[in-house]
């Protein structure tokens, strides 16, 4: 039986600060990927969400993304590529500290937000979180945007990888993802989501922002957890996975 990953993005609370469904999706998802404290999240919130997902039973990543925590990481920064190499090594060893004292492994690494979509086009900036996950530990996934610079970095660096489609946002030609800013960037329609989910895992393809076609390769789909409507919708997309005769199962399986 054919398999996908279903990875969530969680422990993005904060202080007096809630925000997601962590608890309640964490239960239909087969990997997800921590907050590391500087886009959202903070000590308390990392060691619970390691412990949750430890008691759940699925895979463990690092999510680091861009010291901006008012704008949730998702501004674009002009960073270097040695500071990069800096925050992502910051933010992993963090992790793995909770991860360590849990008793559990760490098992990817998955850039956030602005980082995330910078490092799909800039080369530079890929290779550089390439480095820095190498660098920590060599058997950690790097789980990057299907087609980006960051996988081909990974590969270039002998780095596994795997694949990410997301279910809830829209595609540009080339195979970026459309900036939030944009109108339609979003996919917010339950059915139009879950039939782009199916074909991109059973067909290879999507349909783009313009209309047209673009091929796409997926280890993974993302399913966000903070949306009022994202337990039902995280639930919705695993049946119709299994219905259709995909098991769900970490990447790193």
């Known amino acids: 039986m054919r398999s996908i990953d279903l990875n969530c993005d969680l422990g993005e609370s904060f202080g007096a600060y809630k925000l997601g469904l962590d608890e309640e999706v964490i239960r239909h998802v087969s990997s997800a990927n921590v907050a590391c404290g500087f886009h ?13 997902a430890k008691e759940s039973g699925v895979a463990i990543g690092a999510h680091p993304g861009l010291q901006d925590l008012q704008g949730f990481g998702r501004r674009n920064m002009d960073i270097t590529p040695e500071e990069t190499k800096a925050i992502m090594l910051y933010q992993i060893g963090a992790l793995a500290a909770f991860c360590k004292a849990e008793g559990v492994r760490l098992c990817h690494v998955k850039p956030h937000g602005a980082l995330y979509n910078m490092a799909g086009k800039d080369y ?11 660098d920590f530990d060599p058997s950690l996934i790097l789980l ?8 081909k970095a990974a590969e270039e660096l002998g780095l596994k990888f795997a694949r990410e489609v997301f279910a809830d946002r829209a595609y540009e030609e080339d195979g970026s993802l459309v900036a939030r800013s944009k109108p339609g960037s979003m996919i917010e329609d339950e059915g139009e989501a879950i039939g782009r989910v199916l074909r991109m895992v059973t067909e290879g393809k999507v349909r783009a922002i313009t209309g047209a076609d673009i091929p796409i390769r997926a280890d993974s789909v993302c399913v966000h957890g903070d949306g009022p409507k994202a337990l039902a919708f995280v639930m919705k997309i695993r049946e119709a996975l299994e219905k259709a005769g995909i098991a769900i199962a970490p990447f790193g399986a």
């Open 40 to 52: 959202a999240g903070d000590a308390n919130v990392m060691r619970s969400s390691v412990r949750i």
């Open 124 to 134: 530079k900036l890929a290779r550089a979180i390439c480095e820095a996950v190498r």
């Open 144 to 151: 990057g945007l299907s087609g980006s610079q960051m996988l």
